[in-house]
């Protein structure tokens, strides 16, 4: 096994990203690559003694569709949070709002999307700016928007596209403009980029128990997917 790209681990042709779990220096995050073969246990178990021997205290992986389980399952990952998977089929996209004062995000807007995101989200679910780097760098061409409709950063997304799907990334709005029209806004603005690169479906993942993300979602046209994702957890030994 070697690690010939920073954070990504190879053994043969299965590979994973490992990365820091926003912000938390004994927490690792360990994501399969979606170009690799799906992890088998061995190479599983082969990440996590490379994870201790770095140091780190315990393993969280990243959204996981069915799947790609099976391998972290058998070596010791519990389930830790699931979530609701959605769908769109981009040939029907509802017209795009205004009055959002949507525009491209600049880096001196990173400071005011940090704290819209941690506003919006409870700590686990929460970005530092690494997270919002790796959101951005996830897939080959990405999108990132803010909502300004009053002078203010309130609300952003990362919307990224890879072929011929589509994948709103991230999407946080201040607690205070929720329900206003601004997370509509910002989707509808992302399906319709996507939809301009003929891209032929988005899909978006939010945390069960989420019903305000839930209903804006479905809002706009996606659809839930039978099987959801889930984030797994395993501490390591000592």
Known sequence: MSTAL?????????????????????????????????PSTAFVRRCLDHLSAEGFSSVITSALAPGERAAFLQAGF??????HLLAHDLRRVPPAG??????????????????????????????????????VRATARARFRVAEPDGL?????????????????????????QRRGIGRALVLDALGWLRRWRVDQAVVNTQVGNDAALVLYESVGFTREPDGLCVLRRDLDP
């Open 98 to 135: 205004t009055g959002a004062g949507l525009r491209r995000a600049r880096a001196g807007d990173r400071p005011a999307v940090l704290a819209v995101d941690a506003a919006a989200f409870p700590p686990f679910w929460r970005i530092d700016a690494a997270g919002l780097d790796e959101a």
């Open 153 to 177: 950063v309130e609300g952003y997304a990362v919307t990224g596209r890879s072929g011929r799907r589509g994948f709103v990334q991230r999407l946080a709005v201040s607690p205070g403009r």
């Open 6 to 38: 920073p954070g990504v681990i190879r053994w043969g042709a299965e590979q994973a990203r490992t990365a820091v779990w926003r912000g938390q220096p004994a927490v690792a995050c360990l994501s399969p690559l979606p170009d690799a073969p799906p």
């Open 78 to 83: 519990t389930v830790y949070e699931e979530l």
